[in-house]
């Protein structure tokens, strides 16, 4: 199982041929996503088609979600990896969403790397 963050998901809609072709390899049902990455696309949606689009695939992906507990995990996290790996809160909740802490395959917004976390400094595809 690997989360899957809200920037892998547009470069996917983006047809963005390395992340699909990882994608491919990780497989569907492979894929999980969290409640932050749902409603960041969802806010991303620039009008109501495009919003019944991105319903229908999210909801074909298992959603893992946000306990109580997990706002705290996630700011350790960011406490411990933002100086050295720029990790957001946005991927350190995604990261924490689900107890048993599946990878995060996420994009990297200012190196265009794309990596699974929690091993952001072994980057798998400039994207």
């Known amino acids: 199982m690997i989360l899957f963050d809200t920037n ?43 919003l019944q689009a991105i319903r229908r695939n999210v909801n074909k992906l298992p959603v893992l979600h946000i306990q109580s507990e997990i706002s705290e995990m ?14 957001d809160i946005e991927d350190a909740l995604n990261c924490k969403s689900c107890r048993t802490e599946p990878p995060l395959f996420l ?12 091993f952001p400094e072994t980057s798998i595809a400039k994207v």
């Open 8 to 50: 892998i998901l547009i470069e996917i809609y983006r047809n963005n041929p390395v992340i699909v072709a990882l994608s491919g390899k990780i497989g569907h049902e492979n894929i999980v996503i969290s409640d932050v990455t749902r409603a960041e696309l969802f806010y991303g949606a620039r009008n109501k088609v495009e």
């Open 74 to 87: 996630a700011v350790n996290l960011v406490e411990k990896y933002w100086l050295s790996h720029k990790l």
């Open 107 to 118: 994009r990297d917004k200012r190196t265009l790397y794309a990596s699974v976390f929690p």
